[in-house]
Structures are given as structure tokens and as C-alpha cells.
């Protein structure tokens, strides 16, 4: 399995490096084009799938969320990156919402429940498989980017949009706090 992961690592960042702006070069968008198709929703659609991909890669540890330290987030994407990461995240966001979403049952007669979330699955998942070296830089760009690049109103990515909201709602509020919080511990 080890070799399967860093195969997979590999592609991750050769997929990163094709969406650096500073590769925004004729052979980059030719490059672009050959993976992707012409620009337009089918383009989109196609790095929107593959980012989605990344996302379960991580939500299922798969690959590490440590990947994301050769990710130039600050700026250095372009717009197609910035959609792959975006979608990333939602869908990692959304995976995990669904995982840490808890139904209880409000009393034993009655057929309402409430809804909790545990956030234990995203610090399993996110904040411990971080390197403890890379920790302060990999959460401070994500800090910047949750709240400078990151929209999550242009995604719907199942049909039941009420639960999805909901989950992700919880989710990305939950990140952000996490991140904060992080910060404050390695500062």
C-alpha cells in the first residue's frame, strides 16, 4: 500500500503543479487542455471531479492532509486551482460533516431527533496527520484561504441540498475554529 500512496502523492502534486499561476504559459494551457478539454463547464466539471476524488484520497487517509504543504494556496494558483482545491475541500468537508453527523432521539416516544456533531473524526483526520513541522505554515495558508478564496455556495454535490448544507455549515465552521484554535496553541 505504501507504494500505491506515494504513486498517488505523486500525481497529486504533478496535477498541483499544472495549476500553479506560474506556470500560466501557452504549454501549461495546452497541457490544460489535453487533460481537461476547452474552457467551459465540461472543464470545470472534469477538475471538479478530480478534486472530489483528492477528497475522499484524504477523508479516507488514503493520503495524508500534510499534502497540502506543497500546495501554493497563497496566491500561487490559478483559476482552475483554485476551483480543484475548493472542491477539495468541500468534498472533504462534506464527508466529514456526514460522518461526525450524530441523530438523537429527543425522548423515547417521539419520533424527532436532534442533531450533534462530533469533531473528533475531523481532528483524526485533518489536524493529526499534519507533520508537526509543517503544522504552522499548512494552517496559517489555510486560515488565509478560508476566509480570503474559499466559497462554498457554488457547490452542491448531492441531491439532498437541506442535509448537505447543513453538514458542510457545520463542517467549515468547525474547520475554521479548529484552525484558529491550532494556531493559538503553536504560536
Same mark, same amino acid.
Given at each position: 500500500?505504501?507504494?500505491? #500512496? ?71 494558483? #490559478?483559476?482552475?486551482?483554485e476551483l480543484f482545491? #475548493?472542491? %477539495?475541500?468541500?468534498?472533504? %468537508?462534506?464527508?466529514?460533516? =456526514? ?11 417521539? =419520533?424527532?431527533? +436532534?442533531?450533534?456533531?462530533? +469533531? ?18 499548512? %494552517? =496559517? ?7 480570503? =478564496? ?15 448544507n447543513r453538514r ?9 475554529? +479548529? ?9
Amino acid at each position: 500500500m505504501n507504494g500505491l #500512496n506515494k504513486f498517488i502523492k505523486f500525481q497529486f502534486w504533478d496535477i498541483i503543479k499544472n495549476f500553479e499561476s506560474a506556470n500560466e504559459d501557452d504549454d501549461n494551457e495546452s497541457i490544460l487542455t489535453d487533460l481537461y478539454g476547452d474552457f467551459g463547464t465540461v472543464r470545470d466539471g472534469k477538475i471538479t471531479q478530480e478534486a472530489r476524488l483528492f477528497g475522499n484520497l484524504i477523508f479516507d487517509r488514503i493520503i495524508p492532509f500534510d499534502i497540502f504543504k506543497h500546495i501554493p494556496i497563497l496566491d500561487g494558483l #490559478n483559476t482552475e486551482g483554485e476551483l480543484f482545491i #475548493n472542491s %477539495l475541500l468541500y468534498q472533504l %468537508l462534506l464527508r466529514i460533516g =456526514k460522518e461526525s453527523e450524530k441523530k438523537i432521539s429527543k425522548d423515547k416516544n417521539s =419520533k424527532s431527533k +436532534s442533531i450533534s456533531y462530533d +469533531s473528533n473524526l475531523m481532528d483524526e483526520i485533518i489536524f493529526k496527520t499534519i507533520q508537526e513541522d509543517n503544522q504552522l505554515i499548512i %494552517l =496559517k495558508q489555510l486560515q488565509w484561504y478560508t476566509e480570503n =478564496k474559499f466559497d462554498s455556495s457554488r457547490y452542491a454535490f448531492t441531491s439532498d441540498k437541506t442535509k448537505e448544507n447543513r453538514r458542510t455549515k457545520w463542517a467549515i465552521s468547525t474547520f475554521k475554529q +479548529s484552525i484558529d484554535q491550532n494556531l493559538k496553541y503553536l504560536e
